[in-house]
């Protein structure tokens, strides 16, 4: 989609389909200065109940003119100060599918509202509402939007266009990839995904380590993981140096499990409202740190990362890790595996330690980690937790502005405590419920003392049902959301 500003009056522009925002509420709308020369028409429209004002209520008009019909999509937002940044997103998107549907490619748009941080949240939901995937199909989708334009308004709109382009090719990178059948992303493809990502920056460095390699570094839980699987695993380690001179690095881990049968703990076909074949998506996390990278290396941020991705398969083999086996981590903590489908933590737990060899201001990490967190949380709010009250603050002021909200769960004693294990040092699984909140305990004992937080995305990854702006239901949820909370550590001076 060619995004772009336009120094004309919305029907000044050549489009297939006009998109005109209408409040509710007193003030004065439709000033001829913007919408010549169907000013008086369309305000005697609005008084008279032909054109709607309430929020998410649309009214579609032709106008005709010397050169033709001009289509006129007019989209209620309801009143201004009911309208949060989500609701512009959702009700942006919406006007975005509509006008699909109406058979509009081409598109101009009057900027909602006078505010910037409004502005990013129309053009995300208008950019991100054009998703599909066809890419196994024979009839590919011909239904997307080719330009989008915005009448000239008095924000300055291209260097939030810029930005917002960048992020939602990311987004969509990483949803072309967690949309990827298991035998079509794997842990090769994902490596291969990172390389591409990455492009020709050189402030990028990225070394792919194998199983064995992973294994010669004491990774003893990634590779009990991945041993049973025939597709060959990979370690991804990305470096992203942006600011040469400053000592403070972040790091990000995404759990990359291409496809998680549960091993030897083999999943049914149906587990609660998961489908086994929903586990493709469970590299949506690995796929997330890539997309982060792609952001913070296209919009050439000024700060040092690392993205960090165990990629594997987990699946049951005669060479599958099994229940009751004891695996030594890098950490050199030692783990008895009750269930082999809490593969997640394990592969986690050797990258998170391998993190702290960069002395990391902090670590984020995120998962499709928990079945419990689907039925704790939900499909709307990510289940938060970590070990720093500074960086949780953050992550939740993070989700308040991209509308990805997160939820910080607790991690008791008493939780921490059923983790104990009669054989090992630690069990992979605890006991009496809490299953999100003791993952997240399990996690924790692998970060050392270096600031963490912990994003567990199984129900906010995909399965997103009536938002516009998440066409396929897959929400990539957290790539949004990681990238703001750069954005605010860099502003504060934590990285
Ligand atoms: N990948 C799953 C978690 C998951 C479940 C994500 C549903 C998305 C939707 C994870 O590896 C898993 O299987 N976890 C187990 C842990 C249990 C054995 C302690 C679970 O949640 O059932
Ligand atoms: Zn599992
Ligand atoms: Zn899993």
């Known amino acids: 989609m060619l995004v772009r500003a336009v120094q004309k009056k919305l029907f000044d522009i050549d489009a297939d389909l006009h998109i005109v925002p209408v409040f509710k509420g007193p003030a004065k709308q439709f000033p001829a200065a913007d919408y010549a020369p169907f000013s008086a028409k369309m305000v005697s429209l609005l008084s008279s109940g032909g054109i709607r004002d309430e929020y998410k209520k649309r009214s ?20 201004p100060e009911k309208l949060s940044a989500e609701k512009l997103r959702e009700a942006a998107g919406f006007a975005v599918k509509e006008a699909r549907s109406l058979g509009a490619r081409t598109l101009a748009s009057r900027v909602f509202s006078p505010s910037q941080h409004d502005f990013t949240a129309q053009l995300e939901g208008m950019m991100l509402a054009d998703y599909s995937y066809d890419e196994f199909k ?60 990455a492009g020709r920056d050189k402030k990028i460095k990225i070394k792919v380590y194998s199983l ?34 400053s000592k403070k690095t972040g790091v990000f881990v995404g759990k990359g499990i291409t496809f998680d049968s549960g091993g030897i703990s083999l999943k049914p076909q149906v587990s609660g409202s998961s489908m086994i074949e929903d586990m493709k998506f469970d590299m949506s996390g690995a796929a997330s740190v890539i997309a982060l990278m792609k952001i913070i290396s296209g919009l050439k941020l000024k700060l040092n990362a690392v993205f960090l991705a165990p990629v594997t398969e987990n699946l049951p083999s005669g060479k599958s890790y099994k229940p009751g086996d004891v695996l030594r981590s890098m950490s050199g903590k030692t783990i008895e595996v009750i269930s082999t489908d809490a593969e997640g933590r394990l592969i986690l737990c ?19 980690l928990t079945g419990a967190c689907v039925v704790a949380l ?27 909200t997160v939820w910080e769960l607790p991690m008791l004693e008493e939780y921490a405590e059923t983790l104990k294990s009669k054989y090992a040092d630690i069990k992979n699984v605890g006991e009496g419920g809490a299953g999100t909140s003791c993952a ?10 270096y600031p963490w937080v912990h994003l567990d995305i199984a129900g906010t990854a995909y399965g997103i049902k009536n938002k516009s702006y998440i066409p396929d239901g897959v929400a990539a949820t957290g790539i949004r959301l990681m990238y703001e909370f750069v954005k605010k550590a860099l502003k504060g001076g934590v990285l």
């Open 378 to 404: 939900g499909h709307y709010a990510t289940g938060l937790m970590g070990n720093d009250p500074q960086m949780l603050e953050m992550m939740k002021k993070s989700g308040e502005t991209t509308g990805e």
């Open 60 to 79: 579609f008009y032709s106008f005709e003119t010397a050169h033709g019909l001009k289509k006129v999509l007019f989209l209620g937002l309801g009143e």
């Open 212 to 245: 064995e390699e992973a294994k010669k570094m004491g990774m003893g839980a990634f590779y009990s993981v991945a041993k049973g699987s025939d597709e060959p695993a990979k370690f991804i380690v990305a470096e992203y140096r942006g600011a040469p001179s």
């Open 138 to 197: 024979a009839k590919k989708d011909a239904d997307k939007i080719s330009t989008l334009s915005f009448a000239s308004a008095s924000l300055p709109l291209k260097k939030t266009i810029d930005e917002i382009k960048t992020v939602v090719d990311a987004v969509f990178f990483a949803k072309d990839l967690m949309n990827g059948p298991g035998n079509y992303s794997t842990p090769s493809r994902l490596a291969f995904a990172a390389k591409e990502a």
């Open 350 to 368: 050797d990258a998170l330690y391998f993190a702290q060899r960069y002395k990391p201001a902090f670590i984020v990490d995120i998962a499709t």
């Open 440 to 449: 997240g305990i399990f996690l924790r004992e692998f970060v050392g003392d």
